[in-house]
Protein backbone atom coordinates (compact mmCIF):
# COMPACT_ATOMS: atom_id res chain seq x y z
CA UNK A 1 0.00 0.00 0.00
CA UNK A 2 1.18 3.70 -0.97
CA UNK A 3 2.17 6.36 1.44
CA UNK A 4 -0.51 7.92 3.29
CA UNK A 5 -1.01 11.97 3.01
CA UNK A 6 -2.68 14.24 4.93
CA UNK A 7 -5.51 14.52 2.06
CA UNK A 8 -5.89 10.61 3.16
CA UNK A 9 -7.06 10.99 6.14
CA UNK A 10 -8.96 14.18 6.05
CA UNK A 11 -12.82 14.05 6.89
CA UNK A 12 -13.71 15.35 3.47
CA UNK A 13 -12.42 12.34 1.87
CA UNK A 14 -15.43 11.27 -0.99
CA UNK A 15 -17.58 13.84 0.58
CA UNK A 16 -19.02 15.63 -2.58
CA UNK A 17 -16.68 18.30 -4.10
CA UNK A 18 -19.70 21.07 -4.14
CA UNK A 19 -19.95 21.38 -0.49
CA UNK A 20 -16.35 22.66 -0.35
CA UNK A 21 -16.93 25.53 -3.13
CA UNK A 22 -19.93 27.05 -2.57
CA UNK A 23 -22.03 29.28 -5.41
CA UNK A 24 -20.57 32.39 -4.22
CA UNK A 25 -18.86 34.51 -0.86
CA UNK A 26 -22.39 35.11 0.92
CA UNK A 27 -22.76 30.82 1.19
CA UNK A 28 -21.58 30.61 4.94
CA UNK A 29 -20.95 26.90 3.82
CA UNK A 30 -22.06 25.29 7.44
CA UNK A 31 -21.87 22.04 5.82
CA UNK A 32 -18.54 21.85 4.78
CA UNK A 33 -17.31 23.80 8.03
CA UNK A 34 -19.38 21.08 9.64
CA UNK A 35 -17.33 17.95 7.60
CA UNK A 36 -14.14 19.65 8.56
CA UNK A 37 -14.86 21.31 12.47
CA UNK A 38 -13.55 17.31 13.74
CA UNK A 39 -11.27 16.51 11.51
CA UNK A 40 -7.70 15.51 12.51
CA UNK A 41 -5.69 17.07 9.31
CA UNK A 42 -7.53 20.45 9.63
CA UNK A 43 -4.91 22.78 10.23
CA UNK A 44 -2.94 20.98 7.58
CA UNK A 45 -5.60 21.79 4.92
CA UNK A 46 -5.59 25.20 6.02
CA UNK A 47 -1.98 26.12 5.71
CA UNK A 48 -1.77 23.92 2.80
CA UNK A 49 -4.48 26.28 0.98
CA UNK A 50 -2.74 29.63 2.43
CA UNK A 51 0.39 28.37 1.23
CA UNK A 52 -0.91 27.68 -2.18
CA UNK A 53 -2.73 31.07 -2.21
CA UNK A 54 -6.28 29.37 -2.66
CA UNK A 55 -8.57 31.35 -4.16
CA UNK A 56 -11.73 29.74 -3.86
CA UNK A 57 -13.28 26.34 -1.69
CA UNK A 58 -13.20 26.07 1.47
CA UNK A 59 -10.01 24.23 3.13
CA UNK A 60 -9.23 23.82 6.40
CA UNK A 61 -12.97 24.84 7.51
CA UNK A 62 -12.07 28.28 6.31
CA UNK A 63 -14.04 30.17 3.17
CA UNK A 64 -11.84 32.09 0.63
CA UNK A 65 -12.84 35.21 2.52
CA UNK A 66 -12.15 33.82 6.38
CA UNK A 67 -8.59 32.56 4.90
CA UNK A 68 -7.80 36.49 3.28
CA UNK A 69 -8.47 38.06 6.64
CA UNK A 70 -6.35 35.17 7.96
CA UNK A 71 -3.36 36.23 6.00
CA UNK A 72 -4.13 39.71 7.10
CA UNK A 73 -4.38 39.37 10.53
CA UNK A 74 -1.16 36.68 10.97
CA UNK A 75 0.49 40.00 8.69
CA UNK A 76 -0.02 42.69 11.65
CA UNK A 77 0.95 40.14 13.64
CA UNK A 78 4.02 39.94 12.67
Given at each position: ???STWRDQ?????????????????????????????????????EHAIAL??????????????????????????
Amino acid sequence: MGVSTWRDQGRCKGADPAVFHPEDDEDPALEAKAICAPCPVRETCLEHAIALREKHGVWGGYTAKERRRLVRQRRRAG
